[in-house]
């Protein structure tokens, strides 16, 4: 089992930076891919970005690349999202997401675990 706990989130103004953590525990998560996704109000889940174990892979949504960057420290068990220019449009439910499988999927149905999920609200 892996435990997903995310931070981070809150309110920032258009143009703002904020980033996300996610502390994992329960398993070695050097062996697991690791994703970001978020879900709007009223929208389904979307897939924002995904790094692979060793760091090497990783994989934006089209719309998010050059803003949002994903990162891992797997001896401190923490992915993040560091998001930079935020707009009104990236306010959402993040959640941080584990997959036992190498592949860096983009696909939501292909994770294991989930956190919780930490709000993002960014105002105009």
């Known amino acids: 089992q892996v435990q997903l706990v995310e931070s981070g989130g809150g309110l920032v103004q258009a143009g703002g930076s904020l980033r996300l953590s996610c502390a994992t525990s329960g398993r070695d998560i050097s062996l697991t891919t690791m994703a970001w996704f978020r879900q709007a109000p009223g929208k389904e889940r979307e897939f924002v970005a995904v790094i692979s174990w060793n760091r090497l892979n990783t994989n934006y949504a089209d719309a998010l690349k050059g803003r949002f960057t994903i990162s891992r420290d797997n001896a401190k068990n923490t992915v993040w999202l560091q998001m930079n220019s935020l707009e009104p449009e990236d306010t959402a439910v993040y959640y941080c997401?584990?997959?036992?499988?190498?592949?860096?999927?983009?696909?939501?149905?292909?994770?294991?675990?989930w956190g919780q999920g930490t709000q993002v609200t960014v105002s105009s």
């Open positions: 997401a584990a997959r036992k499988g190498a592949a860096a999927t983009v696909m939501s149905s292909q994770y294991d675990y």
